[in-house]
């Protein structure tokens, strides 16, 4: 019998620990298709899983827990963060709703593109 090829897909993703004070993030998905829909942006594959592992095993409940844990990160008004990835090549914007233990990816992209947008917005 043959394997579907999901399973080969899904021998990608990260292995996900769902404890209840893990970090869920919504979604991998977003960061996927950055680097995967431009082979230019490939290179923020494994920083951009790096982040989304120590994401994912987090416990943040406040935003001081975010900068322990990601001091070049950049608090932002309203649950908003910005993280530098890839050596401050790109740039991750993340909503994290604090009480729930959830974070909402709402942009990636490099310097350039992180100018052209408000991060409190998107």
Not at 91 to 96: A, D, F, K
């Amino acid at each position: 019998m043959a394997v579907p090829s999901i399973l080969f897909a899904l021998a990608e993703v990260p292995i996900r620990d769902y404890t209840a004070s893990a970090m869920r993030i919504i979604s991998l998905s977003t960061l996927k298709a950055f680097w995967d829909g431009t082979p230019a942006y490939r290179d923020a594959r494994e920083p951009g899983l790096a982040w989304y592992r120590a994401a994912c095993g987090a416990n943040w409940s406040t935003p001081a827990d975010v900068k322990a844990a990601f001091r070049n990160a950049s608090i932002l008004k309203d649950g908003r963060v910005v993280f530098n990835l890839a050596g401050n090549k790109y740039r991750l914007v993340v909503w994290i709703n604090y009480p729930y233990r959830v974070a909402y990816v709402r942009f990636i992209g490099t310097h350039a593109q992180y100018d052209a947008i408000d991060a409190q917005t998107i």
